[in-house]
């Protein structure tokens, strides 16, 4: 069975422009979360989605930041606009309705902000 | 503030012997534990989960313990592997609750 997916696996980019990370969850999933992981703060979660809605996005650190879930097999992670600081892996992950079902990671994006 | 804390950074082990890996948390209200594993560039796997109904649980060469008096849990391996080289993170979450805190990881490195 595919995983979860994350496209971009690397991206670089220049402070200011606007950056796009993108998840596919494993199919039958109703839950989908997005997570930073940085030397300083650790894996740290940003937003979770059920069925589609977003649940608790207090992790979102600014309005820079946005994440849509459009439809059950696809969400995006919006930087805009970009900063320096905001240079690190991004992985989303998915869980079953289960809450005692662990979630599944996908690979990351990691991203660089010049 | 930091609800859930692995202050080891790094654990060196050799083959063959058990490996312990340590997390404290400090909210009393978390009732579920879970191990991850990680390796580089790859996301984390879970390993092995405990609810606080348990003080253990068992798989295979892992097995996690929990002390909830002391708000502590631990991951043994054993006998530890050149595989079982990675950082590992613990997490804790409220039953019903999707949201997981993570600790800030332990990289374990098993030595031939």
């Known amino acids: 069975d595919a995983g979860v997916i994350q496209s971009p696996r690397h991206e670089v980019t220049e402070m200011g422009q606007e950056v796009t990370l993108r998840c596919k969850p494993i199919s039958g999933h109703d839950y989908l979360f997005w997570y930073r992981q940085t030397m300083m703060r650790g894996l740290e979660l940003l937003i979770y989605?059920?069925?589609?809605?977003?649940?608790?996005d207090s992790g979102m650190p600014e309005d820079r930041f946005s994440a849509k879930m459009p439809n059950a097999s696809f969400s995006t992670l919006k930087i805009q606009p970009s900063e320096p600081r905001d240079s690190a892996v991004y992985f989303c992950?998915?869980?079953?309705?289960?809450?005692?079902?662990?979630?599944?990671f996908g690979d990351g994006t990691r991203l660089s902000i010049l | 503030d930091q609800q859930v804390k692995q202050n080891s950074p790094s654990l060196s082990v050799q083959e063959g012997r058990i490996s312990i890996l340590n997390c404290d948390y400090t909210n009393s209200m978390f009732d579920y534990f879970l191990w991850y594993k990680k390796y580089p560039a790859e996301g984390p796997t879970f390993l092995i989960s405990i609810s606080s109904i348990k003080d253990k649980n068992e798989d295979g060469r892992f097995t996690v313990f929990l002390n909830k008096s002391a708000k502590h849990l631990s991951l043994h391996i054993v006998p530890s592997q050149p595989g079982d080289s990675a950082v590992y993170f613990c997490a804790a979450s409220f039953q019903g609750a999707q949201k997981l805190v993570f600790g800030q990881g332990t990289r374990l490195t098993i030595n031939p």
């Open positions: 992950a998915s869980s079953p309705v289960n809450s005692n079902q662990p979630q599944h």
């Open positions: 989605f059920n069925n589609n809605v977003p649940i608790d």
